[in-house]
């Protein structure tokens, strides 16, 4: 946790890590390692989406508290063009700074409760894994 609360002026802000436990191998991702921003969480469908700190977001000027980016509720902000890879070792750790922010989607503001994110981990010539974190908002 870098910054824990979300005001009117500043929205929570977490580094997420990865630690690689595999052998030395080549990974792949999008534009963000380890894993791919913005990111919405996968349950509930809509609630809470994370975008890369800094990052270049206008906030809705009709709910301000909400901080949900002022986009249209049909943008599912593109996606990657390419991948990345990266030789990564045993015990690296993959990070990124990400901010809390409502999905533009949701009718409701930040809700308390609890949100999952899965992602796809990509190892070259081997496949892939999944993997989760949760995030817990409390009032």
């Known amino acids: 946790m870098i910054t824990a609360n979300i005001t009117e002026k500043s929205t929570a802000v977490v580094e997420i890590g990865l630690e690689w436990t595999g052998e030395a191998t080549a990974?792949?991702?999008?534009?963000?390692?380890?894993?791919?921003?913005?990111?919405?969480c996968s349950r509930p469908e809509t609630g809470l989406v994370l975008l890369p700190s800094?990052?270049?977001?206008?906030?809705?000027?009709?709910?301000?508290?909400?901080?949900?980016p002022n986009l249209p509720e049909?943008?599912?902000?593109?996606?990657?063009l390419g991948l990345m890879r990266r030789e990564?070792?045993?015990?690296?750790?993959?990070?990124?700074?990400?901010?809390?922010?409502?999905d533009h989607r949701s009718k409701s503001c930040l809700e308390p409760g609890e949100?999952?994110?899965?992602?796809?981990?990509?190892?070259?010539?081997?496949?892939?894994?999944?993997w989760g974190f949760t995030i817990r908002i409390e009032n």
């Open 27 to 40: 990974l792949l991702f999008g534009n963000t390692a380890p894993i791919e921003l913005p990111c919405r």
């Open 54 to 68: 800094p990052n270049g977001y206008e906030r809705r000027e009709d709910e301000p508290e909400c901080w949900k």
């Open 74 to 80: 049909d943008d599912d902000f593109g996606h990657p």
């Open 88 to 102: 990564v070792e045993r015990g690296e750790l993959l990070s990124c700074r990400v901010e809390i922010w409502g």
């Open 115 to 130: 949100y999952s994110f899965r992602e796809t981990l990509s190892v070259e010539n081997e496949g892939h894994n999944e």
